[in-house]
Structures are given as structure tokens and as C-alpha cells.
Antibody, heavy 120, light 106 residues
């Protein structure tokens, strides 16, 4: 069974840093591109960042470029999102998601989400 | 690419046919997916390739369209279909989602 589980969400002050993790099991993680998607309270879905299976190709939304860093450790089946210079507008549930088996970037498998609250 | 979904909210009686729209600011070919999201849950993939039902998705859900105009249809709405619905393009690696349509049961 494919499982994704985020962790690391917390209440953090504006300007602070936080690292989210996503633990993966039940599939060949090292062959799967991965993505972070967030959802502000009561709002829609926003794509944040994606990383190729080998970690070489990386993409960011303009809203987080220069502040967030996506990475992965294929030896540990872990996906990360390092978030720096956090702003109130980064408050959201952060989901990790696995690219579809065909390699296309749409998502059949999601984690349960991790809440990040940026507030003083 | 900006995806615009309409309407923002639909209130529909059980058994009725529901049509949701997603319009792209430029062509995304058939590289469009639809998701359903219920409160407190992660999104659920319904449709990909504009018209291909994902695994275990009831046949009452169907998708159509290509280029810039897409539609998600629920043939006969069930009470459990009350949810938020989002479209997402994947025509490039810079992805985007539509703003969502909320479907409520009368």
C-alpha cells in the first residue's frame, strides 16, 4: 500500500524557518518525482514545488522561489521542504504527493497534510 | 497558466446532473486532472487526461474537453458527492490548480 506521511508542521513566527518531511513507503520512491502542494485555511490548492526522481530537476512556484528548498533522500525514502523567511501568507496545510505511475505530474497519492501556522 | 473554475458554488438536488467548468488561460492540450476534496481530507484524483477516470471512481463522474475548455460532469448527484472540486493542469512542470467549485446538496 502506498503511504505518504508529512511531519514537521508547527506554529512559527514570521521570518522564521521550518523543515517539513514526508516519509514514503509502498512504492519505489527513488523512481518517483514528488511534489508539495499547500492549502491555506478555507482556500484552494496551490502548487508549491516539485522534484524529479533523481533530485536534479527542481521547480518552484513564484510565491516561494528563493525562500523554500525542496530536496530528497532516496536512501531514506524521505522528501523535504525547507521553508525560510516565512510569512503569514505561508500559513497552510502542506501536502506531499507522488507523481502518477506514468510519470505525469498529477496525483493519485497524497499525504494527510501537515499544518504550518506563521504568526507572532 | 491560470485555471478559472465556474461556478464558485453549486447547490444541487440529489439525482440531478451537475456540470463544472474549468477554463485555461492557454492551451493545456488534454493535460488536465480533476480532484474531489471533502472536509479534513486530502484531495482525491477523479479524472486525468481530461477524460480518463481514475481507479475506483464511480462511472457517474466524467470529464471532457481539450485545449482551454474542460468540463467535469456528475451524471446523477449523490449525497456523498458534496465536496470541493479542483482542476489542475500538467502541461508543463510549472503546475497550477483552479480556484475550486463547491458542490452542495439541497
Amino acid at each position: 500500500e502506498v503511504q505518504l506521511m508529512e511531519s514537521g508542521g508547527a506554529l512559527i513566527q514570521p521570518g522564521g524557518s521550518l523543515r517539513l518531511s514526508c516519509a514514503n513507503s509502498g512504492f519505489d520512491f527513488s523512481s518517483s518525482a514528488m511534489t508539495w502542494v499547500r492549502q491555506a485555511p478555507g482556500k484552494g490548492l496551490e502548487w508549491v514545488s516539485s522534484i524529479s526522481d533523481d533530485g536534479i530537476k527542481i521547480y518552484y512556484a513564484d510565491s516561494v522561489k528563493g525562500r523554500f528548498t525542496i530536496s530528497r533522500d532516496n536512501s531514506k525514502n524521505l522528501l523535504y521542504l525547507q521553508m525560510n523567511s516565512l510569512r503569514a501568507e505561508d500559513t497552510a496545510i502542506y501536502y506531499c504527493a507522488k507523481d502518477y505511475d506514468s510519470g505525469w505530474p498529477f496525483f493519485e497519492n497524497w499525504g494527510q497534510g501537515s499544518l504550518v501556522t506563521v504568526s507572532s | 497558466i491560470i485555471l478559472t473554475q465556474s461556478p464558485g458554488t453549486l447547490s444541487v438536488s440529489p439525482g440531478e446532473r451537475v456540470t463544472l467548468s474549468c477554463r485555461a488561460s492557454q492551451s493545456v492540450s488534454a493535460n488536465l486532472a480533476w480532484y474531489q476534496q471533502k472536509p479534513g481530507q486530502a484531495p482525491r484524483l477523479l479524472i486525468w487526461g481530461a477524460a480518463v477516470r481514475a481507479a475506483n471512481v464511480p462511472a457517474r463522474f466524467s470529464g471532457s474537453g481539450s485545449g482551454t475548455e474542460f468540463t467535469l460532469t456528475v451524471a446523477s448527484l449523490q449525497s456523498e458527492d458534496s465536496a470541493l472540486y479542483f482542476c489542475q493542469h500538467y502541461d508543463s512542470r510549472i503546475l497550477s490548480f483552479g480556484g475550486g467549485t463547491r458542490v452542495e446538496i439541497k
